[in-house]
T-cell receptor, first 109, second 113 residues
Framework: RKEVEQDPGPFNVPEGATVAFNCTYS??????FFWYRQDCRKEPKLLMS???SGNEDGRFTAQLNRASQYISLLIRDSKLSDSATYLC??????????FGSGTKLNVKP | DTGVSQDPRHKITKRGQNVTFRCDPI?????LYWYRQTLGQGPEFLTY????????KSRLLSDRFSAERPKGSFSTLEIQRTEQGDSAMYLC???????????FGSGTQLSVL
């Protein structure tokens, strides 16, 4: 079983739409959670951390549900520039970062 | 440029040849990671250094792969007797002591013919 599972998509949405991604993780002892963004043929870059209390950064909201072992990312008012692959990342003890396979988002005009 | 740098950006080699990649992390970062990524997949953990100590190596990493970080600064990843299945993007990332935040280099794209 993979450490982190994500729906690969693609999610094709019009500009201005709200879109949500989920990911599940298998290790209940996981300590930290993140969303990274990866543009085509580029390296992954940190988008935001994910906390149990939920956190918001502009149009982006991330939430963690430890009981069900999933994390989510909500993007409101989608922009063309949001088109990318979104990677769910889970950190276990000993600083091991596990990446999901990514969810591809295409925002259409 | 104070980010993570990787060299070369692209490498084309013939099956059976050895290749070596270099990673220069952000200077004050103690932890350095190597990942491999193929099309449509997320980065897959290969190995991890804390300063010069290699703390963990993925079970997926065959004996043909070796990594070093001799002085706790730059790191090298060597693949011996390359196979076509080794074709992938090899990403290096570094992390500071305080924040759990990975900074990636631009990667080395390996093509084994």
């Amino acid at each position: 079983r993979k450490e982190v599972e994500q729906d690969p998509g693609p999610f094709n949405v019009p500009e201005g739409a709200t879109v949500a991604f989920n990911c599940t993780y298998s290790n209940s002892a996981s300590q930290s959670f993140f969303w990274y963004r990866q543009d085509c043929r580029k390296e992954p870059k940190l988008l935001m951390s994910v906390y149990s209390s939920g956190n918001e950064d502009g149009r982006f909201t991330a939430q963690l549900n430890r009981a069900s072992q999933y994390i989510s990312l909500l993007i409101r008012d989608s922009k063309l520039s949001d088109s990318a692959t979104y990677l769910c990342v889970v950190v276990t003890n000993f600083n091991k970062f596990y990446f999901g396979s990514g969810t591809k988002l295409n925002v259409k005009p | 440029d104070t980010g993570v740098s990787q060299d070369p950006r692209h490498k084309i080699t013939k099956r059976g040849q050895n290749v070596t990649f270099r990673c220069d992390p952000i200077s004050e970062h103690n932890r350095l990671y190597w990942y491999r990524q193929t099309l449509g997949q997320g980065p897959e953990f290969l190995t991890y250094f804390q300063n010069e100590a290699q703390l963990e190596k993925s079970r997926l990493l065959s004996d043909r792969f070796s990594a070093e970080r001799p002085k706790g600064s730059f790191s090298t990843l060597e693949i011996q007797r390359t196979e076509q299945g080794d074709s992938a993007m090899y990403l290096c990332a570094s992390e500071g002591d305080i924040a759990e935040k990975l900074f990636f280099g631009s990667g080395t794209q390996l093509s084994v013919l």
